[in-house]
């Protein structure tokens, strides 16, 4: 998912794609040209992963909420594999580490001064504060172990 995610928003960019890489013993990349949209369109590219994870992973939550105990262990599964999957590499901290550090700062801002929560149930609102706390924890956690594996290597 993270690598199709950087294809689709050069695809949305018009960035044009050279080379995909899904697997690899070093991980994945997309090598691309430059977007014809300056600078915000590398940003976009760079944060790909992170905006396809956030729209997949709400979906996903709003089904949590009514689904049988079995399905929720499979959406649960699912929404960890996906928060993974969203997980920066070191390119696409180094493209877009100002700009990403002001988006989530704009998100954290926006949700506690409570200005994007319009028209949100209790419930659905409950649901996105636990999936933006998941989210953290487990970049934290992949973050950390990527950052340990290297100083080993």
Known sequence: MHELSHALFCLITFSPIKKI?????????VMHGGSKIPVLGDFLISIAPLISGLVIFYLFSLKFIDA???????????????????????????????MYLA??????VLIVSKVM?????????SVMYFCLVLLIVVNLIVMVINSVNKGRG
């Open 117 to 125: 929560i319009f028209s949100i149930s209790p419930t659905t609102l």
């Open 21 to 29: 890489q899904f697997f690899s013993k070093t991980g994945g990349f």
């Open 68 to 98: 049988s105990i079995a399905f929720k262990i499979f959406i649960g599964y699912l929404e960890i594999a996906i928060l993974i999957t969203m997980t920066p590499s070191a390119q696409d901290i180094k493209s877009s580490s100002l």
């Open 103 to 108: 988006l989530l700062t704009t998100i954290i």
